[in-house]
């Protein structure tokens, strides 16, 4: 199966910007993969942030945003706030199989 | 509103069997993809499987193959997962899915375990 791959880790400045990203190893990440985007906070269930690549949920803060860049699909947090500070993880659709990737540690300092 | 409640997790040992099930409403259940999804302690989440709207095309983690079925009965608007020789390393929180969306249930916990 498939390999999907994240930045380990990533620091972001309070009120800053940071962009985290999704590849493939099977190549560019598309429409097609149907990218999403999940937020889990310590001791707290995963929760959907984004899908589709850019569709958000009600409960999906405005300062996240998901697109594609380049040959992989991005999530960007505009305005960080402490509560962001948390592991973010990437999923994609390959048919009948899904991929995690191993997710980005989100340090807001 | 979209609503996923898994049940049937529990403590098993080694080799043995559980069947997981998740009560979906709210939303038109035999037109989505449903999958399964687990996550062990301290580690990501993990896809295990895969079914389409009708039950006739599935989907696995190869790890599961062959020991994990999933099915669905739209009538009761269900979806299961059937768990055999279980081992120690599926022990993890399962979440049922709804594909589209990224709905999640509350989850429900298997250990394995001797």
């Known amino acids: 199966q498939a390999v999907v791959t994240q930045e380990p880790s990533l620091t972001v400045s309070p009120g800053g910007t940071v962009t985290l990203t999704c590849g493939s190893s099977?190549?560019?990440?598309?429409?097609?993969?149907?990218p999403y985007w999940f937020q889990q906070r310590p001791g707290q269930a995963p929760r959907t942030l984004i899908y589709?690549?850019?569709n958000k949920h009600p409960w999906t803060p405005a300062r996240f945003s998901g697109s594609l860049l380049g040959d992989k699909a991005a999530l960007t947090l505009s305005g960080a706030q402490p509560e962001d500070e948390a592991d973010y993880y990437c999923?994609?659709?390959?048919?009948?199989?899904?991929?995690f990737g191993a997710g980005t540690k989100v340090t807001v300092l | 509103e979209v609503q996923l409640v898994e049940s049937g997790g529990g403590t098993v040992q080694p080799g043995g069997s559980l069947r997981l099930s998740c009560a979906a409403s709210g939303f038109s259940f035999n037109t989505y993809y449903m999958s399964w999804v687990r996550q062990a302690p301290g580690k990501g989440p993990e896809w295990v499987a895969k079914i389409n709207q009708d039950g006739g095309v599935k989907g696995y983690l190869d790890s599961v193959k062959g020991r994990f079925t999933i099915s669905r009965d739209n009538a009761k608007n269900s979806l299961y997962l059937q768990m055999d020789n279980l081992r120690v390393e599926d022990t993890a929180i399962y979440y049922c899915?709804?594909?589209?969306?990224?709905?999640w249930g509350q989850g429900t916990l298997v250990s394995v375990s001797s």
């Open positions: 899915s709804r594909d589209y969306g990224g709905f």
């Open positions: 999923l994609l659709n390959y048919g009948m199989a899904h991929v």
């Open positions: 099977t190549g560019a990440v598309t429409s097609g993969h149907w």
């Open positions: 589709d690549t850019t």
